[in-house]
């Protein structure tokens, strides 16, 4: 890692440096917080969590080869708990004490991202910031060296370990950003310094602490307060509230979406059902046409913004198709699995109720019976009742044939589909566990199933069940 030696780590997180001096100036292989993944001349960073203590594994980390343990205990006391009472491994290794590992993590990476020269394109918004991120760095890998986040680790921890993770030879980052609160995208932009900026929407998300839409908008575009001074701001063009951003450091953000009075655009779409959506992306240097081989027209919007990215970066058409064609989904992110019995649509990981909607609508056009399993959406604030209500009246606005409600909200659900039709095939179960003892005797051979519900309620357990 490019100018992070004990020293400067040290330095950066104003730490006390104890051990060796002849290992002050060695760059570090790599850094982590996760005793499994520690490499020879690496750093660990010992973070007491809620668990586990992280100084428990120092001892094992040094005998692994690590270079620098970082901890916020002395070094007699971190050794201890390590249940070894010498310090002999700082004769040739290095601690550094620090008052608080969580800020050191934080303080690292920020000043690794100042010796990067990686492009890095910072990625926000309610609904679909994995999704993007994936066909983003799908398109963007056709032509250039690109690391992505891995899986969701897009918070304050997560952020810093995927900029650990760059190197010289990485000519573009693409890096995932969620919060929930006021200040933490600030903290996150100050750390990614981003050089792109993609919000995807702006939803009804962690209202309990936001508030409203506005208070989303406002939270999520503290991401443009460290941006690049020439970076490029690239924003969904079919939401209300993104549209009211129209100029960013003395320039005009890049609008895609579905409507055509956006930068770049969708025409000609043929919608091909669970087989995925054909268009041509309309740009400034003429039409790509591609093909999304996962269904669902807020996957042609993640498209487009992959498109307008790509078309900047100076990419060829063809290079931008493929990309787009070899796209695959994060399992519990609108991952189609098809077994001899069912078509399951794994939309397990998170759910608000724009996710929610998008999820129907690609469920109503399915073959076969159509049948929902959805759960509680959490972190709705006040209008969390009427918000799943209104869920489940749309659910049989959109002709799905069973709908099987699971969590205390989700009596809500049933609540707004009875209220379209009393005699609609409703199921409600109060958890999950109660559902799973059901959910087979429920579903039929033939049946396209969506399962989806907020991380929580860990309805991966029921996509595991109907795949097996």
Known sequence: MRQITPARIAM??????????????????????????????????????????????????????????????????????????????????????????????????????????????????????????????????EHFNTLKTQGNYNNEVGVPLTLFRVREEHEIAVVEMGISEFGEMTRLSQIAKPDICVITNIGQCHLETLGDRDGVLKAKTEIFSSMASDGRVYLNGDDDKLRQVTKLNGKKPIYYGLRNDCDVFADNIIDKGLDGTSFDAVTSVGKVSVHVPVPGMHMVSNALVAIAIATDFGMEAEEIAAGISKFTPVGGHSNIIRTDKFTIMDDCYNANPVSMRAALDVLSGTSGRKVAIIGDMFELGTNEKILHYDIGAYAVRKGIDCIVCVGELAKQYVAGALAIDENHNILYYENTEKALDMIKSIVKKGDSILVKASHAMEFGKIVHCLSV
């Open 12 to 141: 950066v997180c104003n730490g006390i440096y104890y051990g060796s001096s002849k290992v002050k100036d060695t760059e570090v292989s790599s850094i982590t917080t996760d005793s499994r993944n520690i490499t020879a001349e690496g750093a660990f960073i010992a973070i007491r969590g809620a668990r586990t203590d992280g100084n428990k594994f120092i001892l094992d980390m040094y005998k692994a080869g690590a270079v620098c343990c970082i901890s916020e205990a002395e070094p007699e006391e971190a050794f201890k708990i390590s249940k070894d009472n010498s310090t002999d491994f700082l004769q040739e290794r290095a601690f550094i004490q620090v008052e608080s590992c969580y800020q050191a993590l934080k303080d690292i990476a920020e000043y690794y991202r100042t010796v990067c020269e990686t492009k890095v394109i910072g990625i926000t918004g309610s609904v679909g910031k994995t999704t993007t991120k994936e066909m983003i760095a799908s398109v963007l890998s």
